[in-house]
């Protein structure tokens, strides 16, 4: 079964996850943009029972959505690096911050969500790998 290796920036945090990929997309949600401080962000979810840390432990936000529901993000205490979003919603499932993984280029993502909250100047289509 392939192994899908990831951390932080600094490399104080390190996951590890198998397939298979339940997603692969790029999110223009407002709330992930204030949290990455990037115009989008591109994830991978694998259910939570193929997730699990290596070593040290990432610190955690939790916060309320605005339907209700909390969703929890996790990031590197030393170097901030952003790794994974679960959300209440979709209990089951984790997403992991595309950037973080080891081998990046293995998972373009094949959809776009939450184009309405898209920043204007990005232009949908384009941002996805032709062949995904």
């Not at 951390?7 to 590890?16: A, D, S, T």
């Not at 840390?53 to 939790?62: A, D, T």
């Amino acid at each position: 079964m392939d192994e899908i290796l990831g951390g932080c920036f600094c490399g104080n945090v390190r996951y590890r996850a198998t397939p298979p990929l339940r997603f692969r997309a790029l999110c223009h949600c407002e709330t992930c943009r204030k949290a990455s401080g990037a115009p989008y962000v591109t994830w991978i979810t694998v259910k939570v029972e193929n997730f699990e840390h290596v070593g040290e432990q990432p610190l955690k936000y939790r916060y309320d959505r605005e339907d209700g529901k909390w969703a929890e993000r996790s990031f590197c205490g030393k170097c901030g690096t952003q790794l994974t979003y679960q959300a209440q919603r979709r209990a089951t499932d984790v997403d992991i911050t595309v950037g973080s993984l080891d081998d990046p280029n293995r998972y373009p993502p094949n959809r776009e969500v939450y184009p309405d909250e898209k920043l204007s100047w990005v232009d949908l289509g384009k941002t996805l790998h032709q062949g995904g």
